[in-house]
């Protein structure tokens, strides 16, 4: 069998495919020397210069001695590699045959000849990024300035052939790659206005200004506000000057916590949590400290997050893969990460196909791996900040939870900013930070007021002058130093309020009609915005946009936000904005502002379907806002996104009652809440209120309309009274169900409704009928049938219907049927190796091997259950196999805490609030079976009672009638 070839990457971060299969080397050294050959491949390299490249403060005999280790650990690393070495006692070269493919000499092909636009492409980063040796830096550069000039001659290029676009594309990737250098920033404003986009022209010397003040401290150079200048009207020129920027005074404390967390995610990715009031310097001091990380080298990137609805499911995150450094890196990506990552950016359905939809945990899976690899693809140690994270959706939370567990390949931190009083009251957030803590990956830092000392600083320095002690005391009794309230009341003049509204109002008072309106529309808006939507929400001109947008941003008001859109400097003054809109006002602004996003995203409605529906809604429009809603929700559900789609099909639900009674209105109701139902149950359980609340309006819906109910309505109405201990109403859906199945000759039916009817007869403890039902099931079941099953019901019922067989033959006697099925059900599942149903069958093979006594089996099954368990596989399943591992604990050491955690996980399933059928029996079982093998009579006595009174489940009955009479018994002599 032919070797498929090598294709090896030197830009951005060292990748060895082996065909579309990474092939990763065991050392750092080992990428290195390979990296060497390849980039001096012309011409056989002597072993001393190889070994002095890569040792030079080693002796010549040791860097030999390293030399020929490593290309033990090459050749070990990457079978086939001597076929494309030539290794001679003297020199080391790389030859040409077999076919290889290499990245920079596709790139040095195409400067050759003179294809600038193909060596563009091909340049997806810097030469092996994140390495620091000398003979790297060198050819870095080398290759960077290639880079540079290709750029700069596809600008000229364009231009010549007057191709305005294509050369505004390319000044924008060049003022990227050299973001502090202004002829570049001239002519991108050049290339917009020849087009005609004077408001793009004006961002681009907003942008321009605002990175020399933070990265060199100084304005635009005289040539740059000149072009700047002739953008604007002749009156507009000398209007408003630019308001000074804010000094960052004080922190040092705190700056020394954050680079002490930046080294120790050197070994371990980190989280640093910046909290305090609004207001108190949280992002800007984040700010401060990722541009301090970007100077040394660091990749970064911003997201932030916004209160209210809007925010699609894991919307920071796409934040981050789009920022400039990151989204650059997604080039080199192996195309199915890329296909992964499709499903949060959609721009990428253009290159790579567009991805299916696929059973929850696998999909999730996947796209979480993308993320990281993404984030780490650039190669270089990594700075993330996460804005106000407590507003971020709870998708987001677990994806950063899940990124900052997994080891890493370079050092990432996570800066992140929150409101203290949100903190606790965030219950998404509360959990992730709880689970950060417990890793010991997160460090807190509170910020405090600044002090009256800082704050004579910050406000003498804003001002150019000393001011007297009085002043000072004055400011700070008013301001009670709080930065923000204290660089707005400077620039607001003499105005003593306790309010930070009424500066921001008075600061307000003194902008021109039209910058107001333009804020008005802006904070409307709710988020970043960009002059197309404010264009198009207020009908204005573009001169008024362009002239309205400079003065919010010389007055520091707004502020740059990613390359195309503005923001607020603070949310503080979004809020007071918005707050002084009259009800009227506010009503007719949202309405602008939804027909706005409709047509600026009219080729991409999803991406701002939460957003519109909230701006129709607040608007008055319902109808459309429940449509939008639901649009929203379906985005969601693709993400399995289930709490947020849940949220907004309660929310469309909630403005369609308030509709006139009608059939109409009855039949948008019953689509809607049978489409709640898969995601209600996914994030609260089958006994839930909701849940059941939905299920008797979507019933009392049927009976209106005289409607039969939808076979996932009969499956949800089936295993929700199940969970409620209704077993005659459980059966008589299963039934409904399997019915269906026959009419409609339909074999996915079929199973779930013998599924449904097997697993209702195993909790009612009717076993002879549990067993021929789950055959049936079994029996009926079609593997072309599989991925439905997976996409519509999350699991593969084979192989939940055989493990729960398994038990079933165990209780009626026969051990070796109940370990057959067991087999069968756990090879099926290695087979499809599908999270969801291979956690579960490991769950109940484990519940199998604990009556049966098993041990080694249990030890087996429960650490095989402890690896299956991943991100999204469910509380049923998670509960479970901790439950079980603390079983085993007790078991090894008799410990009464390991019976008291079994306690807690049990206490965190409320007995009419099961996440699963039969879970708190399932836990009880587990936790009588600990206490017998601790010889806890007392805890036993009082499991044993709970487990027979249940009425959900009683098939762990007569085991609990036994151990019962045996607690009984030790007790006896301690009585008499």
Excluded at 895 to 907: C, D, K, L, Q, Y
């Amino acid at each position: 069998m032919t070797e498929e070839p090598l294709s090896i990457r030197l830009l951005g971060q060292f990748l060895v495919l082996r065909g579309d299969a990474p092939a990763p080397l065991d050392s750092a050294r080992a990428e290195s020397v390979l990296a060497f050959l390849l980039l001096h491949r012309h011409e056989p390299q002597p072993r001393q210069r190889v070994a002095f490249a890569q040792w030079p403060d080693s002796t010549e005999a040791q860097a030999m001695t390293n030399l020929r280790h490593v290309l033990h650990t090459l050749r070990h690393s990457l079978p086939g590699i001597d076929r494309h070495l030539e290794v001679t006692p003297r020199t080391l070269s790389w030859t040409r045959d077999p076919p290889y493919r290499l990245d920079v000499a596709e790139f040095e092909a195409a400067l050759d000849r003179e294809s600038w636009s193909e060596a563009v492409e091909a340049y997806t980063g810097d030469l092996l990024a994140g390495r620091s040796d000398d003979w790297v830096d060198q050819e870095r550069d080398r290759l960077r300035r290639h880079y540079l000039d290709a750029l700069e001659r596809l600008i000229a290029s364009a231009q010549e052939r007057g191709d305005l676009a294509d050369a505004a594309r390319h000044a924008e990737r060049l003022v990227r790659e050299q973001p502090t250098r202004e002829e570049t920033y001239r002519v991108l404003m050049r290339l917009y206005d020849a087009r005609g986009d004077r408001t793009s022209a004006v961002r681009v010397y907003h942008d321009c200004a605002a990175t020399l003040e933070r990265e060199l401290g100084v304005e635009p150079a005289a040539a740059t506000r000149a072009a700047y200048d002739a953008l604007l009207a002749r009156d507009e020129v000398a209007q408003v000057a630019r308001v000074s920027g804010t000094p960052f005074v004080g922190r040092s404390a705190e700056r020394v916590a954050l680079t002490a967390a930046w080294r120790q995610a050197r070994t371990r990715a980190q989280v640093v949590l910046l909290a305090g009031e609004p207001g108190i310097g949280k992002t800007r001091l984040a700010e401060e400290f990722r541009a301090w990380c970007a100077h040394r080298g660091a990749v970064t990137a911003v997201a932030r997050a916004y209160p209210g609805e809007g925010m699609l499911a894991y919307g920071p995150v796409t934040a981050w893969l789009r920022s400039e450094r990151l989204g650059r890196s997604l080039r080199t990506l192996p195309a199915p990460y890329l296909t992964e990552l499709a499903r949060l950016l959609p721009e990428l359905i253009a290159t790579v196909p567009r991805p299916q939809r696929l059973p929850e945990s696998e999909q999730r899976q996947r796209v979480y791996d993308a993320v990281v690899s993404a984030l780490v693809a650039p190669g270089a140690p990594v700075v993330l900040v996460a804005d106000d994270v407590q507003w971020w959706d709870r998708e987001a939370l677990q994806l950063l939870h899940y990124v900052v567990r997994t080891p890493q390949p370079v050092p990432l931190l996570v800066v992140a900013t929150a409101r203290r009083e949100d903190i606790d009251t965030t219950a998404p957030l509360r959990d992730v930070l709880n689970a950060l803590r417990v890793a010991e990956t997160m460090s807190e830092i509170d910020l405090d007021r600044l002090t009256l000392a800082e704050t004579a600083v910050l406000a003498e320095q804003m001002k150019g002058n000393r001011l007297a002690e009085a002043e000072v005391a004055a400011l700070y009794e008013q301001t009670e130093g709080n930065p923000l309230f204290v660089v707005e009341a400077v620039r607001a003049g003499d105005v003593l309020t306790p309010k930070v509204q009424a500066v921001i109002r008075a600061r307000m008072a003194q902008v021109s009609g039209a910058a107001r309106e333009l804020a008005e529309i802006a904070a409307t808006v709710g988020r970043e915005f960009t002059a197309e939507v404010l264009a198009l929400a207020g009908g204005l001109t573009d001169d008024v946009v362009v002239s309205g947008l400079d003065e919010l941003w010389r007055r520091r008001t707004i502020r740059e936000h990613g390359t195309t859109a503005y923001d607020f400097s603070h949310d503080k003054i979004r809020e007071a904005v918005y707050a002084e809109l009259s009800p009227m006002r506010r009503r007719y602004l949202h309405g602008q502002v939804a027909r706005a996003l409709e047509t600026a995203f009219a080729q991409d409605l999803d991406s701002v379907s939460g957003q519109l529906a909230r701006h129709l809604e607040e608007a008055g429009q319902l109808e459309q806002a429940a449509d939008a809603y639901a649009r929203a929700a379906d985005v969601a559900q693709r993400l399995y996104a289930h709490a947020e789609s849940a949220r907004l099909l309660t929310r469309a639900l909630t403005l369609v009652r308030t509709q006139p009674e009608s059939a109409q209105r009855w039949n948008r109701e019953l689509d809607l809440s049978t489409a709640l139902l898969a995601p209600l149950v996914a994030s609260d359980g089958y006994a839930s209120a909701q849940i059941h609340e939905a299920h008797g309006r979507a019933l009392e819906l049927c009976r209106s309309l005289g409607a039969v109910p939808a076979p996932p309505l009969l499956r949800s109405l089936g295993l929700g009274s199940l969970a409620l201990g209704d077993f005659a109403a459980a059966r008589e859906y299963g039934a409904a169900l399997r019915e269906r199945g026959q009419r409609d000759d339909d074999d996915m039916l079929r199973v779930e409704g013998e599924y449904l009817l097997g697993v209702t007869a195993f909790w009612a403890g009717e076993l002879t009928a549990a067993r021929e039902h789950l055959e049936r099931a079994v029996d009926s079941y079609r593997d072309e049938n599989r991925r439905e099953h997976l996409l519509r019901y999350a699991q593969d019922p084979a192989v939940v219907c055989l493990t729960r067989l398994a038990l079933t033959h165990r209780f009626l006697g026969d051990d070796e049927a109940a370990i057959l099925a067991r087999d069968r059900g756990l090879a099926r599942a290695v087979e499809i190796a599908h999270p969801y149903s291979t956690a579960t069958a490991l769950v109940f093979a484990s519940l199998l091997a604990l009556d049966m006594e098993d041990v080694p089996a249990l030890r087996g099954f429960v650490e095989r259950g402890k690896a299956a368990a991943r991100p999204g596989t469910g509380v049923q399943v998670e509960a479970a196999v901790a439950a079980l591992d603390a079983y085993l604990r007790v078991l090894d050491a008799g410990s009464p805490e390991r019976i008291a955690e079994i306690e807690r996980i049990v206490a965190a399933t409320p007995k009419q609030d099961q996440a699963a059928p039969g879970l708190r029996s399932s836990l009880l079982r587990i936790l009588l079976a600990a206490c017998d093998a601790a010889g806890d009579a007392d805890t036993g006595l009082r499991v044993a009672d709970e487990l027979i009174a249940l009425t959900n489940s009683v098939v762990w009955r007569p085991e609990a009638e036994r151990l019962r009479a045996k607690f009984l018994a030790t007790q006896q002599p301690a009585n008499a």
